[in-house]
């Protein structure tokens, strides 16, 4: 590794510490494992895994797998280009910005800025990572692993679902600008925008740490996203009546030997999940499987969007450290300034039209 990489990530590590503490060592891969622990300190007295502590999902692997790759897994080759090109990127995208450059020029530097607006976000301020998810050692190429080729099915004929996980719940006659409530869930501060609550638990751009806290009745899963807090009510009969779609849907667990078991319904149309919510199901397995690892297992089905149950895998890694503040609301002048913005176009038309 030369001097410019490693100024590179310990400047960012600094500054990522400083500004937000949303995750550590974003271009590395995960700290030196410790000795391994003994087998047994992997679960409870009662042979359940010890799911406790604070965990992430950070990886450069995408939900779907791309067509140039055929197989499940990557190749060392493979998977050690991906890594590099990944960390150069993170050095690339965490230089300094020249202020006299176009946003929309691409060809000076790559920060894989959001909304296609080249350093709308440096790599300080994410926690996009540099590393591929992995089962038992192995890179994944996708997420999806239960498909052939590693893409979620396809829709059943005549469905043309709408997903709408983190869209507005006002009218659909309303334009997006005409409320708060016609806004994204993220927008408003009222849960993380993608799915990195789950279910399907995915990472995003940044804030991917979990902690999970497990008793007899309950599993919490904090989320540093916007501070979302999942719960899987263990050894529940039966869900909750079908018109009660609380965030996240209602998630009802169970132990079978090492592993949680948690089957998720009644979403709400908000949170639907690659078009899919009246009907959705999500079936999660957790499993610790080292002193580092959690093995994340997901099956989801819906009979009315697709014709078959699909799914994946990938493995969340132990973190060092808490969970820290997701303050959405403080300083987040965009809803105004979006409503505000939208009032005047409609005023100037109506003074324009006269």
């Known amino acids: 590794m030369n001097s410019k990489l490693i100024a590179g990530l310990l400047a960012t590590a600094v500054s990522m510490t400083a500004m937000t ?7 590395a891969k995960a700290a030196p494992a410790k000795k391994p622990a003994a087998a047994a300190n992997l679960h409870t007295a009662d042979g359940h895994s010890d799911l406790d502590g604070v965990w992430t999902n950070v990886s450069i ?17 493979e998977a050690k280009k991906l890594e ?3 960390v150069d990127r993170f050095v690339e995208g965490n230089a300094p910005t020249d202020p006299k450059q176009d946003a929309l020029d691409h060809t000076k530097k790559n920060c894989q800025g959001a909304g296609g607006l080249d350093c709308g976000y440096n790599s300080g301020w994410k926690d996009s990572g540099t590393t591929l998810a992995e089962v038992d050692g192995k890179a994944l190429t996708s997420f ?22 983190g869209g507005g719940e006002g009218s659909q006659d309303a334009g997006p600008n005409d409320n708060p409530e016609n806004r994204g869930l993220g927008e408003r501060c009222l849960t993380s ?18 902690q999970f806290i497990t008793t007899k009745d309950d599993v919490a899963i904090e989320v540093e996203m916007v501070h979302d807090i999942r719960h899987i009510r263990l050894n529940a009969k039966e869900h909750l009546p079908s018109n009660v779609r609380p965030w996240f849907g209602d998630s009802i667990g169970h132990w079978e030997g090492a592993t949680l078991i948690s089957e998720t319904t009644n979403f709400p149309a908000a949170q639907s999940f690659r078009g899919s ?5 999500v079936t999660e397995k957790f499993t610790r499987t080292g002193p580092n690892k959690i093995l994340y297992q997901f099956t989801v089905e819906d009979p009315t969007v697709w014709d078959t149950a699909w799914g994946g895998e990938y493995e969340f890694r132990k973190q060092e450290g808490l969970l820290y503040e997701y303050a959405c609301h403080e300083g ?3 809803m105004e300034g979006i409503l505000a913005g939208a009032r005047e176009a409609e005023q100037n038309a109506k003074t324009a039209s006269k």
Do not use: C, I, W
Not at 21 to 27: G, Q, S, T
Not at 144 to 165: A, F, L
Not at 193 to 206: I, Q
């Open 332 to 334: 987040n002048y965009a």
């Open 84 to 86: 590099g090109a990944a």
């Open 193 to 210: 925008f993608g799915n990195s609550a789950g279910p399907v638990m995915l990472p995003l751009m940044y804030n991917n740490n979990y």
């Open 144 to 165: 999806v692993s239960s498909t052939p080729n590693g893409r979620v099915p396809p829709y059943k004929e005549g469905v043309r679902p709408v997903t709408r996980r």
């Open 21 to 27: 503490a949303m995750a550590a060592e974003p271009a």
């Open 277 to 281: 919510d009246q009907n959705l199901k």
């Open 61 to 77: 692997t995408p939900f779907e797998r791309p067509a140039a790759y055929k197989g499940k897994f990557h190749s060392p080759e």
